[in-house]
């Protein structure tokens, strides 16, 4: 075996012996411009126990990383929290290498993984709640079902007080750094937030459920430990409220203005409406799509109260770029959004209607009528687009006066 890679020790007889993904930049339609890493962890005990695996390609390095520290054939038990492949790709070659005595996982994770490998095995179904020893090791498994799949759960070390997360509280973010407190407040404030924008925001009434359960618990809890980014050692309260925060989306006084341009008529008018809105107090990023990643602006929309979206009319509909974020936007189904559209055209026009329809089909209230403008604004449309930007400002101040939002 390879031991030419090494384990990293995050608490006694604990390893992380996950791999670095310096390279991925496109993790299903989310650009991934930092890389990712996939934890894995290595409880030492009577019997010891690997949580979690790796993406199928990064096999070598995970086993290369457990070698540094034991025998890969001593592991004993695999607990697979989430059945999604970056986690559980490597997991059919590493059984057939370890031979384990048992792998845990959820009832749906073990269909899961069943529909992913059709395989004759038979894991070990753990319960919502369910207390395992395993050998000197005791653990607890809370279910966390959409956190980030149905098969989602958690798994936690009594002793040392350390809560395995897999997706819950992780980050797309490959780096030197295992641990929270050697990254920047602002780095992680930023990957985290984009990470919960694009994978968990649909989910935030079961975050929200999660939060309830583990205050509840109480469980001594010394250490978040996440299959992707940094572990939580410091910052744990700092995450798990900003968790909160992000799925109760209550308005903000900012807001996010995206939009596409043709001939840079919808530009001009997205930064007439950009300078309505700061004139109303406003704070705003200027997103245009032909430079801006789509799960970029989702991060922005998920720190935002207001949206406004701009497209010239192209074959009678909106801008590709447009229809793909809105799409996109609304299978993440962020909420409590006040929004505005406008956009150039030529003829027909229909762009604004359109943009306008697709707000509201993402339960975007919208604060005042669109402005189209024919061809290029004028300074009578450039003031109309500053108005509604104006207005969409007004709006979002006295929803966040009513909810107490600074
Ligand atoms: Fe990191 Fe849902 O897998």
Redesign the pocket.
């Given at each position: 075996m390879d031991r030419a890679l090494e384990a990293t020790p995050i608490a006694d007889g604990v390893y992380w012996v996950g791999a670095l993904d310096w390279g991925i930049r496109n993790f299903h339609g989310y650009l991934t411009s930092r890389g990712t890493t996939y934890n894995a962890y290595l409880v030492l005990g009577d019997e010891p126990i690997l949580i979690d695996t790796v993406k199928a390609p990064f096999k070598d390095e995970m086993m290369s990383r457990i070698a540094s520290v034991l025998e890969p054939g001593r592991i004993r038990h695999v607990i697979s929290n989430?059945a999604?492949l970056?986690?559980s790709g490597a997991l059919p070659e590493v059984l057939r290498t370890i031979r384990p005595d048992s792998v845990l996982t959820s009832t749906m994770g073990a269909r899961a993984l069943k529909d992913h490998f059709h395989w004759d095995l038979e894991p070990r179904v753990v319960k919502d709640g369910e207390r395992v020893e395993l050998g000197n090791k005791v653990f607890q498994f809370i279910h966390a079902p959409m956190l980030?799949?149905p098969d989602?759960m958690l798994a936690y070390l009594e002793g040392p007080g350390l809560l395995f997360t897999?997706?819950a509280f992780?980050m797309h973010l490959c780096s030197s750094q295992r641990f929270d407190d050697q990254l920047s407040r602002s780095l992680l404030e930023y990957e985290a937030a984009k990470y919960y924008a694009n994978?968990l925001l649909p989910y935030s009434g079961r975050v929200q459920k999660l939060g309830e359960r583990l205050s509840r618990l109480r469980l001594p809890t010394s250490m978040i430990i996440p299959?992707?980014g940094p572990i939580w050692r410091k910052d744990m309260d700092w995450i798990t409220r900003r968790y909160l925060l992000w799925a109760a989306q209550v308005p903000t006084p900012k807001a996010t203005v995206v939009f596409d341009t043709m001939w840079q008529s919808t530009a001009v008018m997205a930064q007439a409406v950009g300078d309505g809105l700061m004139g109303a107090g406003i704070d705003i990023e200027l997103l245009p799509l032909d430079s801006v990643h789509r799960s970029d602006v989702a991060t922005k929309v998920l720190l935002s109260g207001g949206l406004a979206v701009g497209s010239p009319t192209l074959n009678n509909s909106i801008y590709p770029s447009l229809a793909d974020l809105l799409f996109y936007l609304r299978g993440l189904q962020p909420k409590n959004l006040l929004g505005i559209a406008f956009g150039s055209y030529g003829w027909g026009g229909q762009a604004v209607g359109i943009l306008e329809k697709l707000l509201g089909e993402m339960s975007v209230e919208l604060a005042a009528p669109g402005v189209r403008v024919r061809h290029v604004p004028d300074a009578r449309a450039m003031q109309q687009c500053r108005a509604l930007g104006a207005r969409l400002g007004e709006r979002l101040m006295e929803e966040c006066n009513q909810v107490g939002q600074p």
């Open positions: 989430h999604e970056d986690h980030h799949w989602s897999n997706d992780g994978i299959d992707h």
